[in-house]
């Protein structure tokens, strides 16, 4: 069974920067596509992030278009997501998964890691 343990939220200032990890264990990942989501308090998980198997492609929900930069690195079976410019609206618990074809999360979820952004 995968296990998927994401790392790197905090708080941070309007206009800042944070770069989250997501290490996965149990088995490789790099076959799949990886993806980035988030849940804000009261609200569904979201789609914020996705990248294909290889790296090469990459898919951004429009409200992260610009700031946020997803990566892969195959050989430690992780997953980065770069945050730039980060807004209140970003606050969130973010996870990581790998991709269905229909952009579903494919493992059990972890246990995300916090985001917050003050104004």
């Known amino acids: 069974q995968v296990q998927l343990v994401e790392s790197g939220g905090g708080l941070v200032q309007t206009g800042g920067s944070l770069r989250l990890s997501c290490a996965a264990s149990?088995?490789?990942?790099?076959?799949?596509?990886m993806g980035w989501f988030r849940q804000a308090p009261g609200k569904e998980r979201e789609f914020v992030a996705a990248i294909n198997w290889s790296g090469g492609s990459t898919d951004y929900a429009n409200s992260v278009k610009g700031r946020f930069t997803i990566s892969r690195d195959n050989a430690k079976n992780t997953v980065n997501l770069q945050m730039n410019s980060l807004k209140p609206e970003d606050t969130a618990v973010y996870y990581c998964?790998?991709?269905?074809?229909?952009?579903?999360?494919?493992?059990?979820w972890g246990q995300g890691t916090q985001v917050t952004v003050s104004s």
């Open positions: 149990g088995r490789t990942v790099s076959s799949y596509a």
């Open positions: 998964n790998a991709l269905n074809s229909l952009n579903n999360g494919v493992f059990p």
